[in-house]
């Protein structure tokens, strides 16, 4: 295995110079023009010679703002080709995040997408002192120009700068591969920030040795061959996708660029028609909603059969995932009862099945392709009711688990042995356990807090030792603050979040913290949880100002028994949605998916002991459970 990922890149286009690397499609109606394996790695070494000329060095930060795109690869793998490694962030990172980013990071040099982060960086620029240039994916207007000219930044074309590396390293023959072989497995790839508790971004510091630890067995697990195409989808900024990126490169796949929008993504299946697509849950349950929808709106005896095929599957699959043991396991089992029970059922249901794969199913699986082996969900918790569908159709969609700083991948299913409802084993050079509140290692089928120990842990949080020695214990131990258990076989069944933040279907972190402030900020608001952890969007816990609100309620001649039948007034609730959408908005500096479309109200206070600690914390483990009721009333449309 190579030390470094621009190693890794020059073995790969040594051994399959012409395949293709990277597919882009030309325009919204035009096909996929490709880049082969040999052109990456020379574009990205002579990106890498242009860095060199303008004066980068070993260990310098640069910038990288931008979404999927071919230039982003090529730009990743110059950067890291001198030693110097990229602070990544997406095309919709806010002003505020850009300017702590790039200054706490002293960044001199930014490369970015478009003319939107030029305006919104300049904007910051008097934070920034350290930045003298742009270099610009797209080519920049007049007025970008002016702009930089005006605040004394240097504005470089993208492929001016690859060009004139050309030039340098023709002047200075072995420079960027001295550079190159220089790299060693600890020197810092990436440093990507992720929003802290209080809202202050962490950057999460990873090494070469960080994502080359996965590729060792995710190769085995996550298989393809050369040639052979995966969809992106996801924001390559995004540790997942960054590391998505690597695995496919190390097999001399092809990354084919797409977008997360069915309009876009299922005719990109069908024309490219990948083996493998990585995708949030989000994009998954997409997929599902689609289907379903299409046979409601079908409605009749075609509808009728799709349910009831669908029906026959699902019941086949269980029985044989019982029989073959292909369960998460807490406990053992004793399978030949499930021999006896099921034999003669699920030998019944097979040319049912068998009938319903020719009927109905092989035109779900035509929607991803003929050659389509797997789809990978990770960036949030994958649904027990997706993951059933899927399954019994016969979809493989294997599940996966990380964070940012395990660089990102923990562990995920197998794709050619799949165990149903967990996330599968830690891969090779990573070490899990489970241990209680008090740091004791649980055995299997106990419920605790997730630990990991390996080759994918950051090292650490950059300019954060406080942080860094909290996450990570003396011996090594990353506490990732979710709830999991284990299986007798070795595998993991994520099962919650200790920790604050929540984390959306599509990927999205959210940190509550900064929104309940602002929530509490209304008149009728006393307390408020944000919740929706696994969810495709926010949802509230709201306990209103009992004082506040009988006063409104007599001014606007609002009768009511009690407080409990005053909340559940359809005029209190709109009273409180429209102070919730002033306060949870975009001119307050919140995100479209930090909004809250819904909420339930509650009318007891929290108590210590119940909801919160001995230090009058909220134990939002504990929420789910306590309120399952009325979070299942928020989530169930």
Known sequence: MEKTLPRMLREVSRQYPEVPAQMTRISKDGGFSSVTYKELFENSQAFAGGLLSLGTVRGEKVGLISDNRKEWEQADMGIMSIGACDVPRGCDASEKDLKYILSFTEVKTCVIENSFQIKKILNAKSEIPTLKRFIIFEEPSDDDKKLCADAKVDLLRFYDVVEEGKKYNEKNPGKVTEEVDKGNWDDVAAIIFTSGTTGVPKGVTLSHGNFITQLDELQERIWLKPGERAICVLPVWHVFQRLVEYVILSQAAVLCYSKPIGSVLLPDMAELNPALLPAVPRVFEAVYEGVQKKMRRTGGIVQGMFNFFTGVAIAHSWMSR????????????????????????????????????????????????????????????????????????????????????????????????????????????????????????????????????????????????????????????????????????????????????????????????????????????????????????????????????????????????????????????????????????????????????????????????????????????????????????????
Request: with cysteine.
């Open 322 to 637: 019982k029989m073959f043991r292909k369960n998460f396991m807490p406990h053992n089992e004793f399978t030949p009862v499930f021999w006896i029970i099921f034999l003669i059922p699920w030998i019944l249901l097979a040319p049912l099945k068998a009938l319903g794969n020719v009927l109905v199913f092989k035109k779900v699986k035509a929607m991803l392709g003929n050659n389509f082996r797997a789809g990978v969900a990770g960036g949030g918790a994958y649904p027990k009711a997706i993951d059933e569908f899927f399954w019994a159709l016969g979809v493989n969609v294997v599940e996966g688990y990380g964070m940012t700083e395990t660089a990102p991948v923990v562990a995920v299913r197998p794709v050619n042995s799949p165990i149903f409802g967990c996330i599968g084993s830690p891969i090779r050079g990573v070490s899990a356990r489970i241990v209680d509140m008090e740091g004791n290692v649980l055995t299997p089928g106990h419920k605790g807090v997730l630990q990991i120990k390996g080759g994918t842990v950051m090292k650490g949080y950059y300019k954060r030792p406080e942080l860094t020695e909290k996450a990570i214990s003396k011996d090594g131990w990353l506490d990732t603050g979710d709830l999991a258990m284990e299986s007798i076989h070795g595998e993991l069944k994520i099962l919650g979040r200790v920790k604050d933040t929540i984390v959306l279907t599509g990927g999205e972190n959210v940190e509550p913290l900064p929104i309940e402030a602002k929530l509490k900020e209304s008149t009728y608001i006393e307390t408020a949880v944000v919740v929706g952890q696994d969810q495709r969007n926010l949802g509230a816990l709201i306990l209103p100002n009992q004082e506040e609100l009988e006063i409104w309620a007599k001014a606007n001649n609002v009768t009511y028994k009690d407080f409990e039948d005053l909340v559940k007034k359809p005029e209190v609730y709109k009273l409180v949605e429209a102070d919730i959408k002033e306060l949870i908005c975009a001119k307050n500096g919140f995100r479209m998916f930090e909004k809250i479309p819904k909420f339930a109200f509650l009318t007891k206070p929290f108590e210590i002991g119940k909801e919160l600690s001995a230090k009058q914390e909220i134990m939002r483990y504990r929420l789910s459970e306590i309120y399952e009721k009325e979070i299942k009333g928020i989530f169930k449309d």
